[in-house]
């Protein structure tokens, strides 16, 4: 089990604020791949019609406590930050078997088809573009405990 940091900051989808813009998106693809390519997005807005209370959904990394996708790597090449809480990927060390992506509960890691390689959200080093271009306010930058006592409000619970 890893440590958990108190202090972590995490990315948090507000889907009663989301537009279904795609901003999010070409923000993530242009700042890793200088392209608009959604298929590169570290982050997916899904479109849900069937749902009676939202219309969008978010996919995005979690840079959770116990990564699976850390368990599973067979070579080690990813960490989770002790400072930051991030997951982080060591593309050197990456052998793209995509067991990382198999094991995490929405197949967030994505393979790189030039590098050869997985990849998946960084935290843009602290300064998410995703949340830096919500136009209104559905992503959010914010420490995970904070983050795990707002979502019930969000969510309808408590």
Do not use: W
């Not at 791949?33 to 978010?58: G, L, M, N």
């Amino acid at each position: 089990m890893s440590k958990v940091n108190p202090t972590q900051e995490v990315i948090v989808f507000d889907p009663e604020k989301c537009t279904g813009c795609t901003y999010c998106m070409i923000a993530c693809t242009f700042k890793h791949h200088q392209s608009t390519d959604f298929e590169r997005s570290f982050i997916r807005i899904i479109d849900d019609p069937e749902s009676p209370k939202v219309r969008f959904i978010a996919i995005h990394c979690a840079h959770c406590d116990d990564p699976y996708c850390l368990a599973s790597c067979p070579v080690e090449a990813i960490v989770k930050d002790v400072e930051s809480g991030l997951v982080k990927f060591n593309t050197n060390r990456c052998i793209g078997c995509m067991a990382c992506q198999i094991a995490c509960p929405i197949s967030n890691p994505r393979f790189d088809r030039e590098r050869r390689v997985m990849l998946k959200c960084d935290f843009c080093d602290g300064d998410p573009q995703c949340v830096k271009f919500c136009t209104t306010g559905a992503l959010q930058k914010m420490m995970r405990e904070e983050a795990r006592k707002e979502f019930p409000k969000r969510l309808g619970g408590e």
